[in-house]
Structure formats: C-alpha cells, structure tokens
C-alpha cells in the first residue's frame, strides 16, 4: 500500500541540482516536488560494503539532501565501488563521505560513528530512515529494535553468493526483521563462500529505489513483503511477510555481537585454550620444528591464497567425515581457516579426536597477510 512522503520539500533546488536531476525533474508523478522531497531526506546508511557502497553512490545520485555512513572498516579493495574513493588508506565511511565532497557537493554528509547498543539511539536520532544490508543478524536486529522505538522505517537487504533478498521494516505499519528471523540462522558470512559483486549493485539499486519511494511517498514500498533475487535462475519473486507468534520485541536494546562471529561453546572453549597468532606461527616455522598447517577453507579459496606447505582438508571433511583421524600424530597440528572461525570449530573436533596439542590460527590467513606477509591477497 502507498504511504505518505516521509519528509516535507525544502523550499528551491540550486541551479547545479536542476541541471544534474534534469530526467527525474520532468518524471509525471515525481517532478520538482518529488526532487525537492528527496533534497530534504536525511538517510543512515549502516556498512559501506560490497552492498552499501553502490548504495551511497546511488543514493547520492538520486539527489538525496544528506547521507550518513557508519562504517569503520579499513577500505578495501573491493569495497572501491567503481574506483570513485580514493586509494588513500582510511576507513569505508571517511572513504565516501570526502569522495561525495567531490562527486557531489550539493549532498551533505557526515562520518557516524560505530553503531551498537550504547550508540544506536543518538546515532539514529534526527535521520528520517535508516539502511543496513548485511548477513550479521544481530546488527540488524538492533537496528530493527532502535528504528521501532524512533519510529522510522527499516531499509533491509541481504546477499549470498548469487542472490539477494530486500524489505521494509516499519513497526509502525507492518511485520519487522524479527518476524523473518524469529530464530537466529545458522552462523553465515559470506566471505566464506564469495559473491557474485554485480548482485550486490542489484541490491543496492533495490534499496535506494525503496528509500526513494518512501521519502517522496511514490509507489508501494516493500512493507509487509520480501523480494527475492536470485542471478542464476534470472528470477525475482515478492512474497508475504505476516507477523510471527513467536516474535518478542525486547524492552530495552540488547547488546549484539556480530552473529557471523560466534562459536559454539566448544569451539570457544579449544580456542581459547589453544590459539596461536600469526606472529608466534611464523616463529614456529621459523624455528624448524615439525607442524602440519591445515587448511580448513574451500578448494577456490585455497587457490586464491594459501600458506607456502599448508595442505587443504576443507571444514566439512572434519564434521561430517573421519579427515580428524588422518591427522599424523607425531607433530603438532596448526589449523587455518579466513579469519579463525572455522578453524575454531574444526580444532573442538580435532582435539576431540585425540589431537590435545592441536592449535588454531586467531585471525586467520587475514591476520597473516596483515601482519606478515603483506604481499598476500586477502579477501
């Protein structure tokens, strides 16, 4: 169902916003009314990635008045959304925030700071909606919980390796991100697995179109509903989203730690007994003696980067098979995974097994190339 323009118009658009707007300007149904309306929006954008960068840019382009970007994050390669930051290093929302300065300077913006549960409130206060696409469920279930209280509509997206799925949480009018995941799902990180980075343009487009239609009131934006993509098939579906029985809003907002990081408790428990840093592995190497590095990633991850004598028994070999009982007993076994989470979980099976000496690699071959090999390619 339609809903009113989320903010009033500002009063004229400058010379340099009617030439750049000029196609939507003479849009029937959108016109200058519906450009000055976007000129007044105030947006939130939460996470400047594969998915939030395009996003920023599309936002601006659409003539959005003023971005904010919380996102921390060093910038990355990938993360360079048509080389329009800069290769200067610094973070993903000082990155986009100074090259909209350049790219756009009718549009505002301003660098958030780090969104969690001791900042969420102050951070949203004074945006008309906020955005955030992304696979930690605990984030965006604090920003669901933080967008109820204020009011404000809920812009959500989210993507695997081919795919994406987008709505609308708006308490006020519909279902929340609480009702599509009553039930945490399984931890899942996408860099565990790749992307495909054209859907992540798909997505972004997706949400700065319902941005659009809610701050200028046009269309149906996705509220009640999720529309699913999938590349592959060249399929794009909406379906119902109705509230669940099972849903419980909290009183108060609760802490969240990324739910892509955590590890069962077993896990937990072998990683903190037996953890070693890239540092004490190189010392390790270096020092001559015997270590079998297992690499617990998938086969094209290794191929990507690997370390130089490191052999490959993927994750699932480990949980679902016997790979802990072919492990050679008379060296210590050093496991590695991206960042140390599956190598966490393959070590609580490892020294189940009977490997007590195992040791995981904290933080991954990304620790490595960071710290010690910088010439590796890290994803």
């Not at 939507?24 to 400047?48: D, K, M, N």
């Not at 206060?125 to 906020?130: I, S």
């Not at 393959?346 to 190339?369: D, F, M, Q, T, Y």
């Amino acid at each position: 169902m339609p809903f009113p323009p989320l903010v009033p118009p500002v009063a004229e658009l400058s010379d340099s916003e009617v030439r750049r707007h000029a196609h939507q300007l003479i849009l029937s149904g959108h016109g200058a009314p519906g450009q000055r309306r976007l000129a007044a929006g105030r947006v939130l954008v939460i996470g400047a990635d594969e998915i939030g960068a395009p996003l920023i840019a599309h936002l601006a382009d659409s003539g959005v008045g003023f971005i904010g970007v919380s996102d921390g994050s060093p910038l990355n390669p990938w993360d360079r959304y048509l080389g329009i930051p800069g290769e200067e290093p610094t973070d993903r929302a000082s990155a986009w925030t100074r090259a909209l300065r350049r790219t756009h300077p009718s549009v505002r913006t301003a660098v958030e700071g780090r969104f969690d549960v001791t900042s969420a409130r102050e951070l949203v206060e004074g945006y008309d909606l906020v955005v955030c696409a992304g696979e930690d469920q605990a984030r965006c279930r604090l920003v669901d919980d933080v967008c109820a209280q204020a009011g404000i509509p809920f812009v959500w997206g989210s993507m695997d390796a081919t795919g994406g799925r987008a709505a609308v949480f708006w308490d006020l009018h519909g279902p929340g991100f609480r009702d599509l995941y009553p039930e945490p799902p399984a931890p899942y990180f996408r860099g565990m697995a790749g992307t495909l980075k054209v859907v992540g343009a798909w997505l972004a487009v997706t949400l700065a179109t319902e941005t659009v239609k809610l701050l200028t009131g046009a269309g149906e934006p996705l509220v009640g509903r999720v529309m699913k993509y999938d590349a592959m098939a060249a399929t794009c579906v909406t379906v119902p989203l109705r509230p669940d029985a099972r849903t419980r809003r909290p009183d108060e907002l609760t802490a969240a730690e990324p739910f892509f990081g955590l590890l069962s408790p077993e896990a937990a428990q072998a990683a903190r007994e037996s953890t070693v840093s890239a540092e004490e592995l190189k010392a390790l190497l270096d020092g001559g003696e015997p270590v079998t590095l297992v690499d617990v990633r998938e086969p094209d991850e290794y191929a990507f980067a690997h370390l130089p004598g490191s052999v490959l028994i993927p994750q699932g070999e480990f949980l679902r098979g016997d790979a802990a009982d072919r492990l050679p007993r008379d060296r210590r076994t050093v496991l590695l995974c991206r960042a140390g989470i599956r190598s966490a979980e393959v070590l609580a099976v490892v020294k189940r097994s009977g490997h007590p000496e195992a040791v995981h690699l904290g933080g991954g071959i990304l620790a490595w190339a960071e710290r010690i090999d910088t010439a590796m390619p890290s994803y």
